[in-house]
């Protein structure tokens, strides 16, 4: 059974600003990063509970290629999952605890 998957505001504004940096890096890398972010939230509908939790009830799935977390809420019961923040590893995780 594959999990629906909702992304929050702020998860959908991490990914834009995202885009927006590797386009600014070089032609079509945002493409690659879409793609790559695209078979990370493929492998979390099929399997969110490979994913240990980190904190709380916070799971985190890490991007293969590019140094990024998807930081989500596991729901179990109504079958779906919530992304909260897309993350650097570098970034302060301070910033987004608050979501």
Not at 39 to 64: E, H, I, S, T
Request: charged share 25%.
């Amino acid at each position: 059974m594959a999990f629906e998957v909702l992304v929050s505001e702020a998860a959908e504004q991490d990914i834009e600003n995202a885009l927006t940096w590797f386009q600014n890096q070089r032609v079509g890398l945002e493409l690659e990063f879409r793609s790559e972010l695209a078979a990370a939230v493929n492998r979390l509908r099929v399997r969110p509970g490979m994913y240990q939790v980190k904190y709380k009830d916070m799971r985190v799935c890490f991007l293969k290629r590019f140094p990024y977390g998807i930081h989500f809420k596991l729901n179990e019961d109504k079958a779906h999952i919530v992304l909260v923040a897309v993350f650097h590893l570098a970034e302060n995780p301070i910033k987004w605890v608050r979501r």
